[in-house]
């Protein structure tokens, strides 16, 4: 395959060693500088340009879009998405997990166990906030931090408010956190490449720091995950839309939290403390996958008029309860139903002998106007006509 690695750092050991592994397997691969790009939107389909001269047909993207980068890396990314150019990870999945607070609202929709966390946005809030994620001692993170840059740990509600005070009155966005006690300075950072993870290694901090990164001094080892971690970090990566991430994880009392989800892992740390080939499974992961480009399922479903993508919900006491796929009214419509969301289970193409049970979440395609007959209508109080006012319309 042909396939270009999105960098800005050639230097960087993680873009050597995905380039070394991409030649030492037979693949033709370039490093291309991530701002060099033009989007070319003047033409009939989308294309882009690079150093200033239409780009060369490639197989596959890996980006590699560093944090102070995101828009326009993105929007690279999502052009060579409208080209059909595979990468492991979207432009949507890229931005959703660089915003802790989006990848937290996104992952906690799906039951991903992460520490408490508030966001408030007014002065009057935060004390209240803090006592809902536990109370002190809290962690505070900047939205947009990373490698451990701007979280910090406050052992006292009124230290808590000085800080967040401060950085509201900077123009800054923070989450309030609660302090997983049980795991200070240490967590797992979990390798996911498609439906697994190829290496983990545990995080220690050094001395009195309570953050673990790497680039905080901390050190690392290598680590044999329980499957309830490795499913913890595969749903994770999975939700977040990212084929190949690297899963951070606090080691709770009960059970796995996961605390990022990262979309450029740094492979230095990973690779030495385990002595595993991670990049040469990322671009085994990648070769394998050229022939499917991921696609904006709701943008290509959704351009015939009156056509849509839509989820319908099972509730309890719904006729659909019960009843097999091909004994519903679904068959009798012009809807097909693509996936079954069951709790934290998903069936995917689901045949007609499927039985539904209440609460399911059906992702359907179909015809909008049919699929909105089956939503039952919030009931809403009927609005009392009230006298008209001596004054309808004051004066002055």
Do not use: W
Not at 167 to 184: A, P, R, W
Not at 262 to 278: K, Y
């Amino acid at each position: 395959m042909k396939l270009a690695i999105l960098s800005r750092a050639p230097q960087a050991y993680s873009t050597q060693r995905l380039r070394a592994a991409a030649l030492q397997r037979g693949h033709r691969v370039k490093v291309l500088n991530t701002l060099r790009f033009a989007i070319d939107l003047s033409g009939a389909e989308p294309d882009l340009q690079y150093r200033g001269k239409l780009l060369s047909d490639y197989d596959a993207i890996l980006p590699r879009i560093g944090n102070s980068i995101t828009y326009f890396g993105t929007a690279v990314v999502r052009q060579f998405e409208q080209m059909d150019v595979y990468t492991p990870n979207t432009a949507t999945g890229i931005t959703n997990s660089r915003d802790k607070l989006r990848a937290t609202q996104i992952l906690s929709r799906h039951d991903i166990a992460m520490p408490a966390t508030a966001f408030v946005h007014a002065r009057a809030d935060v004390r209240m906030a803090i006592e809902r994620v536990g109370g002190a001692p809290v962690v505070i993170k900047l939205l947009e931090g990373t490698q451990g840059i701007g979280v910090i740990l406050a052992p006292e509600v009124k230290i808590a408010e000085a800080i967040i005070e401060t950085l509201h009155s900077t123009k800054q966005n923070v989450l309030i956190q609660s302090f997983v006690s049980e795991s200070k300075g240490r967590d797992i950072r979990a390798l996911v490449v498609g439906d697994r993870v190829v290496a983990a290694m545990r995080r220690v901090a050094t001395g009195d720091e309570f953050r673990s990164n790497v680039h905080r001094g901390g050190s690392v080892e290598a680590v044999e995950l329980t499957p309830e971690y490795t499913r913890a970090a595969v749903r994770a990566a999975q939700i977040m839309g990212l084929r190949v991430a690297g899963v951070d994880m606090l080691e709770g009392n009960d059970g796995p939290l996961v605390m990022e989800v990262n979309s450029s892992p740094g492979l230095e740390g990973i690779e030495r403390a385990t002595g595993l080939d991670v990049a040469g499974a990322i671009i085994d992961y990648i070769a394998g996958q050229v022939a499917f480009p991921e696609i904006d399922v709701r943008q290509r479903l959704s351009v015939s008029t009156g056509y849509g993508v839509a989820e319908i919900v099972v509730h309890s006491d719904a006729d659909l309860v019960g009843k097999r796929l091909a004994d519903s009214m679904l068959s009798d419509l012009d809807v097909t139903v693509l996936t079954v969301h069951r709790g934290t289970a998903v069936i995917p193409n689901p045949k007609r002998d499927v039985v539904l049970e209440a609460n399911d979440r059906l992702l359907c395609f179909g015809k909008l106007e049919d699929m909105r007959s089956m939503i039952p209508e919030r009931r809403r109080r009927r609005a009392r006509v009230r006298k008209l006012p001596k004054e309808p319309i004051p004066e002055g």
